[in-house]
T-cell receptor, first 112, second 108 residues
Framework: QKEVEQNSGPLSVPEGAIASLNCTYS??????FFWYRQYSGKSPELIMS??SNGDKEDGRFTAQLNKASQYVSLLIRDSQPSDSATYLC????????????WGAGTKLIIKP | DVKVTQSSRYLVKRTGEKVFLECVQDMDHENMFWYRQDPGLGLRLIYFSYDVKMKEKGDIPEGYSVSREKKERFSLILESASTNQTSMYLCAIGGGYTFGSGTRLTVV
């Protein structure tokens, strides 16, 4: 059974601090990894994708991938109250055109 | 901007009714997906399609069917709605996995 696991949270972080979200996956054949943000009552939106080991930065967001440890993380620097949401991690065997295995999400709360 | 449109934001149906959920995309993308999302269970794949008139079962296809007669439209059909199908239904397209705004279906 292919699985993606995330701590459900909630993870509470003070405004301005770094929020660190983690995800592990079971399928070593996974090649593509995605982070989505989902506000309450809304649909998920893609914020980061990563395919290679190491770090990928986009503004305040950094995705980190370690295939040997089967571990993906998302760092949010200078956290803002507007970052409060549920963050979904997903893994796929190829690119996002195909099926993804989804984690259940981590609820992040940024405290002003 | 990519647009994925789901026909209804909120829907209330009676047990036993046949329910149609529509999803239309403007990106000419081959791959389309239907998910349901329930608290604590995450996103679960119901059906997906890689081409017109083509469909594949996902993890929880029971009680559902789909139709893809045109590339831009992927419909989810609840043959006989039941209360355990009360959920948020999300359509997505590949290539970045853009989601529609979702349909919150309540079956009473």
């Amino acid at each position: 059974q292919k699985e993606v696991e995330q701590n459900s949270g909630p993870l509470s972080v003070p405004e301005g601090a770094i929020a660190s979200l983690n995800c592990t996956y079971s399928d070593r054949g996974s090649q593509s990894f995605f982070w989505y943000r989902q506000y309450s009552g809304k649909s998920p939106e893609l914020i980061m994708s990563i395919y290679s080991n190491g770090d990928k930065e986009d503004g305040r967001f950094t995705a980190q991938l370690n295939k040997a440890s089967q571990y993906v993380s998302l760092l949010i620097r200078d956290s803002q109250p507007s970052d409060s949401a549920t963050y979904l991690c997903a893994a796929g065997e190829r690119d996002s055109n195909y099926q993804l295995i989804w984690g259940a999400g981590t609820k992040l709360i940024i405290k002003p | 901007d990519v647009k994925v449109t789901q026909s209804s934001r909120y829907l209330v149906k009676r047990t036993g009714e046949k329910v149609f959920l529509e999803c239309v995309q403007d990106m000419d993308h081959e791959n389309m997906f239907w998910y349901r999302q329930d608290p604590g269970l995450g996103l679960r794949l119901i059906y997906f399609s890689y081409d017109v008139k083509m469909k594949e079962k996902g993890d929880i296809p029971e009680g559902y069917s789909v139709s893809r007669e045109k590339k831009e439209r992927f419909s989810l059909i609840l043959e006989s709605a039941s209360t355990n199908q009360t959920s948020m239904y999300l359509c997505a397209i590949g290539g970045g996995y853009t989601f529609g705004s979702g349909t919150r279906l309540t079956v009473v």
